[in-house]
């Protein structure tokens, strides 16, 4: 999800890396998914660390569970570290790309301990394929991965759905808003929302693949590896939170 899509938009068009030569092109894809790559792994492991860190697990509970106010610190939060990954000056943009993946990882442990609560996998290892934590990875994984290389291969332009995923995902966001107020707050724990998500998430891998080519340029390899960051996790926080059910 890119974020700053409208304000990059001009001048990313016309010294985007789709000008240049086939060669180029691949070099900065293989940077753009090195990169994610190794965010992952700083992500996922940092998650899985804060899960097991009875102090930090509840700093990270304290974000949410502050309503509003928590929520407004974190999108700060959020959207400073994606604006360091604009920076075209290195590492600045490195650096903004690791805190960003910290800072999700760190958010994203409360979720993981819940799940294996829920599930009963708390003694199992990450490595175990019961585990509903390696599954819903293995799953988001081959979701992210299928609709990536079909991005990347069709000549098909997926432009067009700029618009209708953005309304989409404003429309839910709005909906988790009144969630915290005590609107609908049954609604968000259906499985009808994570469903939504998920697809909404599907449609923006096939968006952000093809725009990172057609409007980043290839300094922006680490905004690219961030936009790519927030389909994946997204997708699997919803993937979790729907294996993780019990009713």
Known sequence: MAFFASTARAQAVSNSAANDTLEQRLAFL???????????VLWMGSALWV??????????????????????????????????????????????????????????APLIKYSLMATGGEGLAMTDPSNVVLQAFVLTGMVFGGLTTYALTTKRDFSFLGGALWMGFFLLFGLAILAMFGIGESMQMGWGISVGWILLMGGFVLYDTQNIMKRYPSNMAAAAAATLMIDFIIMFQRILMLLSRRD
């Open 30 to 40: 293989r940077k753009v998914y090195t990169l994610f790559s190794c965010s992952m």
């Open 51 to 108: 899960s097991t860190n009875d102090k930090l697990l509840g700093l990270a509970m304290g974000i949410f569970g502050n309503g509003l106010i928590g929520m407004l610190v974190f999108m700060a939060a959020l959207f400073g570290l994606l604006h360091l990954t604009r920076s075209a000056n290195a590492p600045i943009n490195y650096i903004g790309l690791g805190l960003f993946s910290l800072l999700e990882g760190f958010v994203t």
